[in-house]
């Protein structure tokens, strides 16, 4: 298996813009998650899906952030409009089951202008 | 939450073994020490984890207390592929959806002398 692959690795934007993160988690993996981190924050969880259903959206910051998994291969992070204080590195994992390990992606390294 | 606390850096030299502390003193009988480190500019990776006994995989061992308050992460001949910063996590299986999140604190950050 190739691992949970992500698009774009380095996306540039100017403020105000949307941005689309994506990703594809391994094969029969239930579990996707969404991470973010800074260097002020360091690693924090944004939202996570089991079997395509959102299940915890509290780390979410704010409105213009929204996430979708339309199907088991498939996932999307969405800011719109995007703030220079949303850069930073977005990480998607993917877990076979709740309690053991998860799988990271390579990240995307978001700067917005 | 139950949390952890660990030194912010540690070196160590090529070859040599490396035992990484993590104190967690407010551990739940339920929690799981869990251990991931992330390389540069990479994204985060599992190592090991355990409940009371000591464990051992192809990567790593941890040494788990016997009052389970401590744990130490030990690396048994230290690369330069192994400086990373290790991130010690405890995870509670019995709190349902709310602990299925990793919880990362700031870890520590190992740096292999050659």
């Known amino acids: 298996d190739a691992g949970v692959i992500q698009s774009p690795r380095h996306e540039v934007t100017e403020m105000g813009q949307e941005v689309t993160l994506r990703c594809k988690p391994i094969s029969g993996h239930d579990y996707l998650f969404w991470y973010r981190q800074t260097m002020m924050r360091g690693l924090e969880l944004l939202i996570y899906?089991?079997?395509?259903?959102?299940?915890?959206d509290s780390g979410m910051p704010e409105d213009r952030f929204s996430a979708k998994m339309p199907n088991a291969s498939f996932s999307t992070l969405k800011i719109q409009p995007s703030e220079p204080r949303d850069s930073a590195v977005y990480f998607c994992?993917?877990?076979?089951?709740?309690?053991?390990?998860?799988?990271f992606g390579p990240g995307t390294r978001l700067t917005v202008l | 939450d139950a949390k952890t606390t660990q030194p912010n850096s540690m070196e160590s030299n090529e070859e040599e073994p490396v035992h990484l502390p993590c104190n967690h003193s407010t551990i739940s009988g339920t929690d799981y020490i869990h251990w991931y480190r992330q390389l540069p500019s990479q994204g985060p990776e599992y190592v090991i984890h355990?409940?009371?006994s000591n464990v051992n995989n192809r990567m790593a061992s941890l040494a788990i207390a016997e009052d389970r308050k401590s744990s130490t992460l030990i690396l048994h001949r230290a690369t330069l592929r192994d400086a990373a910063v290790y991130y010690c996590i405890l995870r509670d299986v019995n709190s349902g959806g709310s602990n299925y999140k990793l919880t990362f604190g700031k870890g520590t950050l190992l740096t292999v002398n050659p």
């Open positions: 994992a993917s877990s076979p089951d709740p309690y053991n390990e998860q799988f």
């Open positions: 355990g409940l009371t």
């Open positions: 899906f089991n079997n395509n259903v959102p299940i915890d």
